[in-house]
């Protein structure tokens, strides 16, 4: 899975640095209803207009947003370069977070998301999957169009046998 989004930021790049060489004619960007408004069952269409010059794909579809707990677990435990980020609160995290997890909380992650500008893959994860959803949404929507949500959160990697580890203190 790692190896599509590395392909799919590539052909994002590269229809990208397209756009910016020869001058086109504006495309109209398709309507698309509030994150919370959009169901969940919509998650993984892709979505391609045909422009003057070609088909311009929505780089935000391209990709599922969110990822399995298992094949995260699996990936983390291989030593792949996943970054895991809790958005949960301060106070959710002093039962342990996954180890290695970045802490940033929801309700700071639009002040501070350029701090993970550099990852290569960004796995966010609350309680139970809604809100890293929407973290996802905000890092996709500055760019990050690497980054993913836990389905089911914290939950469902202890549901699989995923340890927390102990929050560092602040």
Not at 59 to 87: C, H, M, S, Y
Not at 155 to 161: D, E, K, P, R, T
């Amino acid at each position: 899975m790692g190896l599509f989004r590395s392909l799919v930021k590539g052909v994002v790049g590269k229809i990208a640095g397209a756009g910016a060489a020869a001058p086109r004619a504006p495309v109209p960007a398709p309507h698309t209803p509030p994150p919370a408004a959009r169901e969940r069952t919509d998650r993984s269409t892709v979505a391609v207009m045909a422009g003057e010059e070609g088909p311009v794909a929505d780089a935000d579809a391209l990709a599922n947003i969110e990822a399995g707990a298992q094949e995260i677990k699996e990936r983390v435990e291989a030593g792949e370069p996943v970054v895991l980020l809790d958005v949960r609160e301060p106070e959710e995290t002093v039962h342990g977070v996954i180890l290695g997890a970045r802490l940033i909380p929801l309700g700071q992650l639009a002040a501070r998301w350029e701090e993970l500008k550099d990852c290569d893959e960004i796995v966010c994860y609350c309680a139970h999957g809604m809100r890293s959803i929407a973290a996802a949404e905000l890092l996709r929507s500055h760019g990050l169009f690497n980054a993913t949500s836990l389905e089911g959160g914290v939950a469902a990697w202890q549901a699989l046998g995923g340890k927390l580890s102990p929050r560092a203190p602040r």
